[in-house]
């Protein structure tokens, strides 16, 4: 009478038993499964919902952090300036911000400038420069017309010009870059470094004779050794100097160092002693930095300072090699906006039209040329 559901008891649990069975077999084959895509290439059989992380060794070289870029712009040289921003912005997918440092007069034709042509999408900001800081620091001579060129020392002030920054790249505006400026931002610099700079004695592009006032090589070109205080710093007159318009800053040590007072020092104590040489090499610019920077500075690779195109060395270069530059830098007389520069063809490439007319690349700024 009972034999029936006897029979389904022994039933139910059987099947129990089964069920039980086959979902440990089934785990098993999952995990089979499992090891044998782990075990495949990465680009094996994965659910189309799986997103993969980015493998460490790239997220390391990718930053999203701002590239701060910092180039003065003065009213007669404003195509210079936008022709070099145009040439980093299209060169780069790197997060770079400038920092355009001008005076009053020229920051309406600067903005109209970048924000009714192809800069338009540009990310930057504009800094009006006060010339009232040079006050007492700069000895104007009479003779030369153009001597005081207040934007020019607007690289000595970085640390007020960006002071979230903890490391800015500064380049003149006769420059134009043919490369990734994030390599140029990622140069290293050693302990205690403020900043790296293009040695020219070790320079690929100083193998060229330049012909000028004074040793373009040397800090005896840029300082007079008759004066005492200058001897008193036992620095070697033949001392490799360096190129300042363009150059990396680690701005947290430049304020840790105090770089900006100590460069205010010695062009206040220039006016009061003329410690610059009388045939100064360059820019007047140079001197205080060749003095504080002596010995306490990196370098930057040759090839993202190209120099001397606005001289007659810069005639000498090959156009393959003017290719393969990183960086080219119209440092002299003649620059690329003028008719006689080398590779003015070059910057043309990079040059944006003033929408106003009122700068022209085939005009002479005669005037308004200053060796840097």
């Keep these: 009478l009972?034999?029936?559901?006897?029979?389904?008891?022994?039933?139910?649990?059987?099947?129990?038993?089964?069920?039980?069975?086959?979902?440990h077999n089934l785990l098993g084959l999952s995990d089979f499964l499992k090891r044998e895509l782990s075990d495949s290439s990465p680009l094996g059989l994965q659910p189309i919902d799986f997103i993969p992380a980015i493998p460490q060794r790239l997220t390391d070289g990718r930053s999203d952090k701002e590239i701060s870029v910092v180039i003065a712009a003065s009213d007669e040289r404003l195509g210079g300036a936008i022709a070099a921003i145009n040439s980093i912005h299209h060169n780069t997918r790197s997060n770079v911000v400038f920092y355009i440092v001008t005076l009053n007069d020229t920051v309406d034709h600067l903005r109209l400038w970048l924000s009714s042509t192809a800069l338009k999408n540009l990310k930057y900001q504009i800094l009006q420069f006060d010339p009232r800081v040079l006050e007492g620091k700069v000895q104007v001579d009479s003779r030369k017309a153009d001597a005081l060129k207040p934007l020019t020392f607007?690289?000595?002030y970085l640390p007020s010009l960006v002071p979230h920054a903890e490391k800015a790249i500064y380049v003149d505006d006769d420059i134009i870059v043919q490369d990734d400026i994030l390599e140029?931002?990622?140069?290293?610099?050693?302990?205690?470094?403020?900043?790296a700079f293009s040695d020219d004695c070790d320079s690929t592009t100083n193998k060229f004779t330049v012909h000028g006032a004074g040793n373009q090589y040397n800090y005896i070109g840029f300082l007079d050794y008759k004066k005492e205080t200058i001897r008193k710093l036992a620095m070697k007159a033949s001392?490799?100097?360096?190129?300042?318009?363009?150059?990396?800053?680690?701005?947290?040590?430049?304020?840790?160092?105090?770089?900006?007072?100590?460069?205010?020092?010695?062009?206040?104590?220039?006016?009061?002693?003329e410690l610059y040489s009388r045939t100064l090499a360059g820019s007047i610019t140079t001197p205080p930095l060749l003095i504080v920077f002596y010995k306490q500075h990196s370098s930057i690779d040759p090839m993202w300072n190209v120099r001397h195109l606005g001289s007659s060395a810069g005639k000498r270069y090959s156009?393959?090699?003017?290719?393969?530059?990183?960086?080219?830098?119209?440092?002299?007389?003649f620059k690329p906006?003028?008719?006689?520069?080398?590779?003015?063809?070059?910057?043309?490439?990079?040059?944006?039209?003033?929408?106003?007319?009122?700068?022209?690349?085939?005009?002479?700024?005669?005037?308004?040329?200053?060796?840097k």
Excluded at 184 to 195: E, W
Excluded at 319 to 333: E, M, S, T
């Design 2 to 23: 009972f034999q029936f559901p006897v029979n389904i008891s022994i039933l139910i649990v059987v099947l129990v038993i089964f069920l039980l069975v086959l979902h």
């Design 154 to 156: 607007a690289r000595f």
């Design 184 to 195: 140029l931002y990622n140069t290293p610099l050693k302990p205690g470094h403020a900043a």
């Design 239 to 273: 001392t490799c100097s360096f190129n300042p318009g363009v150059f990396v800053a680690n701005l947290t040590e430049w304020k840790l160092q105090n770089i900006t007072q100590q460069l205010e020092k010695w062009m206040t104590l220039n006016v009061a002693e």
């Design 319 to 333: 156009p393959q090699f003017v290719k393969a530059a990183k960086l080219l830098h119209w440092n002299g007389h």
């Design 337 to 371: 906006w003028g008719r006689t520069a080398s590779y003015a063809e070059v910057w043309e490439k990079w040059y944006v039209p003033d929408p106003t007319g009122r700068f022209s690349p085939l005009r002479r700024h005669s005037k308004a040329y200053e060796a």
